[in-house]
C-alpha cells in the first residue's frame, strides 16, 4: 500500500504527515532519531484493518515547521496531538500510538484530553513511575549518556558531522544487529538543516536542561507522567539499549486497568517495529480490536 504525504495546520503549527487508509484516526507519533516513516511497517496494517493512519513528522522535524516559540517540552508534544485529532476530524473512536518521545505525548494526550482517544500504545519509553526511577540507575545513566551531552552546545557541531554518523552509532547501540537501511535515511532528511537538528535536541534540553518551557502548558506536561485511564499497551523490546529491560520491570504492577498490559518482544530493541514489524503489528492490531 501507498503512503500518502500530506499536510495539516494543528493549533498553531504545520504539520507535514504520511497517512494511508479510511475510517477512525490512528495517530502514530515519532521519536528521536526517527521519523513518521519509522512507522511505514504499521501505517498500512492500521489501514487495513479500517482506520485511517496518520504519522505526523514531530515538531521541528521537517517537513513540519519548527516553531517559533521555541517549546519542545514533552507538554506540547501531547498538546500537539491532541490539536492533530482535532484538525484531522477524529472523533471518539481514535486511538493514539507512540515511540519513544512520542510515547510520553501519547500518554500525555490520552490523560490531557480523554474524550479524544479510545485506546492508547507506548514503545519504548515506559509509563507512570518507571522512568523517573532509571535515573537512581548507573546502569541506565550510563545508557543515558547522550541526553546530558546534548545540553552542550558541542553537540550541534558533533552530531551533523560525517553524514551524522553519530545517529548510526545511537541506531547500532540501541537496536544492536539490526540493519536500519533506509530507515536512517529518512531520519537524516528530517534533520539535514541545522534548525531541525536544533528542534531535536531541544527536545533534551526543554527536559533535562535550560530549554524554554511554557508555563501554559503545565497540565499538559503533568498528564504526561500520569498512566492514562484508557486501556494501555506498552511494548518493549528485550535488547533495547537506550531503555534497558531492567527499566521496565515494575511497569505491568502499574497497570491497574483489566485491558492493559505490558509486552516484551524477543529478538528487538529499541526501534521494536522496525525491528519485528510481523509481531509489533499483529500486538497492536489485536489490542486495538478489543472491546
Known amino acids: ?90 472523533g471518539p473512536d481514535a486511538v493514539i500510538i507512540g515511540h519513544d518521545w512520542g510515547a510520553p505525548a501519547a500518554y500525555g494526550a490520552a490523560n490531557l484530553e480523554p474524550e479524544r482517544w479510545r485506546r492508547v500504545v507506548g514503545a519504548a519509553v515506559p509509563p507512570g513511575g518507571a522512568l523517573a526511577q532509571a535515573f537512581t540507575s548507573y546502569d541506565q545513566l550510563q545508557r543515558s549518556w547522550y541526553m546530558f551531552f546534548f545540553q552542550h552546545a558541542l553537540a550541534d557541531t558533533i552530531v551533523p558531522t560525517d553524514d551524522m554518523a553519530f545517529i548510526d552509532r545511537l541506531w547500532s547501540d540501541w537496536s544492536p544487529g539490526f540493519d536500519a537501511g533506509d530507515a536512517l535515511t529518512r531520519v537524516k532528511e528530517s534533520l539535514r538543516d541545522p534548525a531541525n537538528l536544533s528542534a531535536a535536541l531541544g527536545y533534551y534540553r526543554a527536559t533535562l536542561g535550560d530549554g524554554p518551557r511554557d508555563p501554559a502548558l503545565a497540565d499538559a506536561q503533568s498528564a504526561t507522567g500520569k498512566i492514562p485511564a484508557q486501556p494501555l499497551l506498552y511494548l518493549h523490546g528485550i535488547d533495547d539499549g537506550c531503555v534497558g529491560i531492567d527499566v521496565v520491570t515494575g511497569v505491568s504492577a502499574e497497570l491497574t486497568d483489566e485491558a492493559s498490559r505490558m509486552v516484551v518482544v524477543d529478538g528487538a530493541g529499541h526501534f521494536l517495529q522496525l525491528e519485528q514489524p510481523d509481531v509489533v503489528n499483529a500486538l497492536i492490531l489485536d489490542f486495538l480490536a478489543e472491546d
Do not use: N
Open 1 to 90: 500500500m501507498t503512503l500518502h504525504q500530506g499536510d495539516v495546520t494543528a493549533g498553531s503549527l504545520r504539520f507535514g504527515y504520511l497517512e494511508a487508509g479510511d475510517g477512525p484516526l490512528a495517530l502514530c507519533l515519532h521519536g528521536f532519531p526517527d521519523s513518521a516513516w519509522g512507522w511505514q511497517h504499521l501505517l498500512p496494517e492500521l489501514a487495513d484493518a479500517g482506520y485511517r493512519a496518520v504519522a505526523p513528522f514531530m515538531r521541528g522535524y521537517a517537513p513540519t515547521e519548527v516553531p517559533a516559540d521555541g517549546f519542545f517540552q514533552t507538554g506540547a508534544l501531547a498538546h500537539d496531538a491532541c490539536r492533530l485529532h482535532e484538525a484531522l476530524g477524529g
